[in-house]
């Protein structure tokens, strides 16, 4: 983007930066580490800080002693050596001449951080089973902290707390008198992995709901991605204008002129008996900066708590790039999420588990059903999954019982969540055998196409016992050479040369078929799955351009690495 055309630009993102004092003055920890917190179990932690400069830090914790000097600005930073878990609270104490900073209640275990955007910050409160568990939760090994929504042209050191009984930005434990306010996509996944490996669990939650991949990118990233240009200018443009407008004073005074002008109208509506006019929106007239904005999630939510020691993410987002034109940067800005979120905690191998979208809406047509965005956004967090090492993909869409668009069954979704990192995190078997913890449902492999039917099979591993509930062949379409889809029939055999279990389709309208397409459409439904359960990944046969409807241009498949 040439940002030469907007030449207020850079000095509007120098007003806005953060301050950085040339030194801290008082001992300071980030508001990460707060009482009640878990530190990660197993692996060098990283505290760090603010204080005087030249001085001396000393860092107390589990009967370690650290020390090191500030820096010249009064950032200072050490690593704890690793610890195993602990269930037995310490205290973390800090000292730097005559400040102290002590942290009572803490606990080592499995740390991870959920993102996202609704479906994420959905809380235990909203979701299914409440009703059950805010009254049954007792895990005071098992502690949350919902993040505060801060978005900012600049990377943020920290983020602000209102007071320690705030049940955002501190650290609670999971027991009925705090755990409302829990993730229930966290609750789950933390409550499968603290039975399972018996050891405290902490979990970050920094999800927003409405948000999209580009929020959670960084700007450097973003600025080469072609697709990401028009909003990158567009935001731009904004910031430029509110700044010229007089910024806040500017936008305050052309919030009480239209305050002005809608009591008037609102008055005359009265008198004559007619409906009253909209009141003026406050977002219309607040600082682009301060709002959902490309990379502005990132710099203000994640980044100050990127240097906290974790062991992996999980990220529920998708929804919000499903509408318009917004899945076209999609295919570059989601798996930039997992690289720069790796970037952001310096690890390049972090453990990154995608949670594939559902649906909600209605299914009106199948031309409908087969080109909506939902499909495509699924179809690249199934390809991003495949494509990067250290990722696993969740399925959700057998969640959905209705057209909203938040399930509210989160307890699946978490718990499988669970399966696949006790899986590929922590190696963990099958009791009593060595054969690995079961995650993944069917997984498409090929379609070979004779005698008017379609033959579908899936990777090894994944297709045991497969099955349809209930006996229920729905979700599956066939087409021909025109592209034409159709309802299909289908039942499962096993494939003559090898005695390898596929699915057979067929359909009386398509006496030729080329392509095989299952659990497509903005609403899936289907019933596949194998013998743990667990349900198949949408999936398609064909590479066919998809047009989505209200939008304009086609989305190509890209070639899996």
């Known amino acids: 983007m040439d940002r030469m055309k907007y030449p207020l630009l850079i000095i509007i993102i120098n007003l806005l930066a953060p301050l950085q004092l040339q030194s801290e003055t008082k001992l300071r920890l980030p508001n990460i580490f707060g009482q009640g917190m878990v530190i990660q179990r197993d692996k060098p932690v990283n505290i760090w800080g603010w204080a005087a400069a030249g001085t001396r830090v ?29 269930h037995k609270p310490h205290q973390l104490r800090v000292t730097s001449g005559g400040d102290v900073l002590s942290l009572d209640n803490i606990l080592v275990g499995e740390v991870w951080i959920c993102g996202g955007q609704s479906n994420m910050e959905w809380t235990l409160r909203g979701s299914r089973d409440a009703d059950l568990e805010l009254a049954a939760a007792n895990y005071p090994a098992i502690r949350f902290i919902r993040l505060p929504k801060v978005a900012k042209l600049n990377p943020q050191d920290d983020f602000p707390v209102g007071n320690p009984a705030n049940p955002v930005g501190n650290w609670r434990s999971a027991i009925s008198a705090h755990v409302d306010n829990f993730t229930a996509v966290g609750y789950y996944f933390a409550k499968r992995i603290h039975r399972q490996l018996n050891v405290p669990v902490g979990i970050i939650d920094n999800s927003w709901g409405g948000t999209r991949a580009q929020h959670w990118c960084s700007k450097k990233t973003l600025s080469s991605i072609p697709e990401m240009l028009p909003d990158l200018e567009k935001f731009d443009s904004a910031l430029q204008l509110w700044i010229e407008d007089g910024g806040q004073k500017g936008a305050e005074k052309r919030m009480a002129k239209a305050m002005a002008e809608w009591e008037k109208q609102r008055q005359l509506a009265k008198d004559r008996g007619e409906r ?28 100050p708590v990127a240097k906290t020691t974790i062991r992996g993410a999980l990220f529920y987002q998708g929804e919000n790039n499903s509408f318009s034109t917004a899945w076209k940067p999609f295919h570059r800005t989601f798996p930039a999420v997992i690289s720069d979120w790796r970037n952001a905690f310096s690890n390049p191998h972090m453990p990154f588990g995608i949670i594939q979208i559902a649906g909600w809406s209605n299914r009106r047509s199948m031309v409908y059903d087969m080109n909506h965005h939902c499909n495509i956004v ?42 696949w990192a006790l899986a590929e995190v922590y190696n963990m078997k099958q ?42 062949d729905v979700g599956f379409v066939l087409a021909g050479e025109d592209r034409v889809f159709y309802h299909a ?19 009386d309208e398509v006496q030729k078929p080329v392509a095989v397409r299952y659990a497509f459409s903005n609403l899936p439904i289907g019933g596949l799955m194998n013998a743990r359960e667990l349900p198949a990944y949408p999936f398609r046969s064909d590479d066919w351009p998809m047009t989505p409807h209200q939008s304009t241009g086609s989305y190509q498949r890209s070639k899996l690495k």
């Open 431 to 472: 009791a009593g055998t060595d054969k690995k913890l079961e995650w993944r449902g069917p997984v498409f492999e090929e379609a070979t196409f004779s005698e008017g039917k379609a033959f579908v099979t899936f990777v090894n591993g994944t297709d045991r016992g497969l099955r349809l509930d209930q006996d229920l």
């Open 378 to 419: 699924r179809e690249i967090q199934l390809d991003t999954w495949k494509s990067i090492p250290n990722t696993g993909l969740v399925v959700t869409y057998d969640t959905n019982s209705n057209g909203s668009i938040h399930p509210g069954r989160k307890m699946p979704v978490g718990e499988r969540a669970a399966r």
């Open 489 to 507: 029939r289908a039942r499962i055999n096993q494939r003559k040369s090898d005695k390898k279990q596929q699915i057979e389709v067929w359909c």
């Open 58 to 86: 000393e860092v107390n914790f589990a009967e370690q002693n650290k020390a090191t000097t500030t820096s010249k600005d009064g950032t200072w930073n050490l690593k704890l050596e690793p610890m195993p878990a602990s």
């Open 276 to 303: 009253e006019p909209r009141r003026p929106n406050t977002k219309n007239f607040q600082n682009p900066a301060d709002g959902g904005q490309p990379g502005g999630m990132f710099n203000g939510s994640l980044m």
